[in-house]
């Protein structure tokens, strides 16, 4: 099985410096994609591959790139960002990347950039990965000095600089409106849509955000040809997605296989199933933002549109599994607890509505509960929902609360008659 | 007054940006590596050299996590609550930080060693659970782990 995002990763030694990438290939998806290729062309082939975005909302990467006005008339500069900004609870995707392979994502922006006719590029990573930054520092020198940034790349005329930002924390920043105002050195909050970044995005100007996976995608894609990335899935979305599992499993980790792989291939064959003297409860599928599925939906093919039929989202992909020894209830307080603690305040059913979820949870799982608890959870998952708040945080907030609601209700229905945890 | 190599470092960042506002976060951060921590008095200085209100700068300086205004100690403890980690039991690491180290969460050792703060997740959850000292994420933590990292930061 091919593995494009992860083949030249060794973990536990250094990433392939700029020789060692461009002996395994490296570089050359660049070189083709500068030299033989507009920027409609590449526009093109990544929507033929279908690429969607791997940050979690799935959005079609050709798609997006489409949407940057084009013309002499057109709002210059443009800018690329790199969504490095891994903080969805539960994932530690990028981290791999970025780590193992630097300069794959070096040469995915490169072509991006070119694409979208950007000449100024930023990384927006997170402060706590300090590997990432350093690897990510040294990539961006040496394919300086190699020709493939700074000015006339490859004697095209064209310039391309990389800038990469240390973030200073904060979960709201890896929305992509938030991260703009961070990046401009602004408090990380969401702003407006429409416009959408693409048309006025950093300092207003044409702004295309993608995150670590999608972008390290992209060199693949223009090297190998869009039919063969849409060989390798098992659905329609194309190519291979990298797949985690954390929680008491016996090999907890991170693969990388087809994108539609089964939730039970994942859980039971690459993770090695359930710790001794642990069953398999539930799962949150793609970080602390989506909707917990069950046993009955083992068999589910993790592709974006699959999981959203069954009432979850794909999200980053990397699941976190609970099991029948630990509390869903408490599992469900420590996801709340996250996003009341998280919000940026700007709009107020977020900044009020998920503290009070997560005093209620509390007071369930310390056994003061009370039975209109429950109804008073329900109608914050509704009101804290799609279209109520400013942005996707509050949504994403209550889609694990209002699964648990779904199939854990007897857990709840126990906490508040015992009034108390049964777990404790 | 910031220092020179403060100012240097502040002027270099602002060549990466076309706008002066955007360094802001970064000069916050130069700041913290100097200092420790961001003091009422250099956030004015950073403030002047932007050309912002101290006030707007309070505003960014206090939205994120990781700078701090009050003083912390020489080594800052993040240890991770999030969901994985939850699950794989960093309510009982916490506990045993809090009584190793005599303090709180947001509390600093007597002795100025240890700042102890929580933080989200550190993105290491197929090693949880995990903390981070200074610049450097451990994971596969258990008590007796947890006391021989500490023993690595005098």
Not at chain 1, 69 to 93: H, S
Not at chain 1, 119 to 137: G, H, N, P, Q, W
Not at chain 1, 366 to 378: A, S
Not at chain 2, 4 to 13: K, L, V
Request: hydrophobic share 40%.
């Amino acid at each position: 099985m091919e593995r494009p995002l992860t083949e030249h990763i060794r973990p536990g030694q250094a990433p392939p410096d700029f020789a060692g990438y461009a002996r395994l290939g490296g570089y050359e998806a660049a070189r083709k994609a500068l030299l033989e290729m507009s920027p409609a062309e590449v526009i093109e082939a990544i929507k033929a591959s279908n690429l969607r975005g791997r940050g979690g909302a799935g959005f079609a990467t050709g798609l997006k790139w489409s949407l940057v006005p084009q013309g002499e008339n057109a709002p210059r500069p443009r800018y690329l960002v790199c969504n490095a900004d891994e903080m969805e609870p539960g994932t530690f995707k990028d981290r791999y990347l970025m780590e193992g392979n630097p300069h794959q994502l070096i040469e995915g922006m490169i072509i991006a950039a070119h694409a979208i006719g950007a000449e100024t590029a930023y990384i927006f990573l997170r402060a706590e990965y300090t590997v990432s930054e350093r690897a990510l520092r040294k990539a961006i020198a040496e394919a300086g000095e190699q020709g493939f940034l700074g000015k006339n790349l490859l004697g095209t005329g064209r310039s391309l600089e990389i800038h990469l930002h240390s973030s200073a924390g904060r979960y709201i920043c890896g929305e992509e409106t938030a991260l703009l105002n961070a990046l401009e050195g602004k408090r990380a909050v969401p702003r407006a849509k429409p416009p959408f970044p693409p048309q006025v995005g950093l300092w207003g100007k044409p702004t295309i955000v993608q995150n670590v996976e999608t972008l390290c995608n992209v060199p693949p894609i223009i090297a190998r040809g869009a039919q063969w990335f849409q060989g390798l899935s098992h659905s329609k979305d194309g190519g291979t997605k990298l797949y985690g599992v954390s929680g008491r499993v016996n090999r907890p980790g991170l693969w990388e296989l087809p994108m539609g792989t089964t939730m039970r291939e994942i859980i039971e064959e690459h993770a090695r199933g359930m710790r001794d003297g642990y069953r398999f409860r539930g799962v949150i599928p793609g970080g602390a933002s989506t909707d917990f599925l069950v046993e009955e939906h083992l068999d589910l093919k993790l592709d974006f549109d699959s999981v959203a039929q069954a009432g979850s989202r794909l999200g980053t992909g990397t699941m976190v599994v609970l099991d029948d020894r630990t509390c869903p209830v408490g599992m469900v307080h420590n996801l709340e607890l996250f996003f009341a603690r998280e919000s940026c305040g700007w709009c107020t059913p977020c900044r009020d509505g998920l503290p009070w979820v997560e005093k209620i949870l509390r007071a369930i799982e310390d056994g003061n509960g009370v039975e209109d608890d429950i109804g008073i959870l329900r109608q914050h998952a509704r009101l804290l929902g799609p279209g109520k708040t400013f942005c996707a945080f509050a949504p994403g907030a209550v889609e694990p609360l209002q699964s648990a609601l779904k199939y854990f209700a007897g857990d709840f229905d126990r906490h508040i008659k015992e009034k108390r945890c049964p777990w404790k | 007054m910031l220092n020179d190599s403060e100012q240097r470092e502040i002027e270099e960042e602002l060549s990466r940006y076309p706008d002066k506002q955007a360094v802001c976060v970064d000069a916050l951060k130069i700041v913290q590596r100097h200092r420790g921590w961001v003091s009422d008095e250099a956030l004015k200085d950073v403030a002047a050299l932007l050309g912002m209100s101290p006030h707007e700068v309070d505003g960014v300086a206090t939205f994120y996590n990781l700078i701090y205004r009050r003083p912390v100690g020489r080594h800052v403890i993040h240890v991770c609550d999030s969901v994985s980690c939850w699950v794989m039991g960093c309510g009982g690491i916490c506990e045993h930080l809090k009584a190793r180290l005599g303090v709180g969460m947001g509390g600093t050792t007597t002795d100025g060693r240890f700042t102890l703060l929580p933080i989200v997740c550190l993105g290491v959850c197929d090693v949880a659970p995990a903390m981070m000292v200074g610049e450097t994420t451990h994971g596969g933590l258990t008590p007796e782990r947890v006391d021989e990292i500490l023993e690595q930061y005098p």
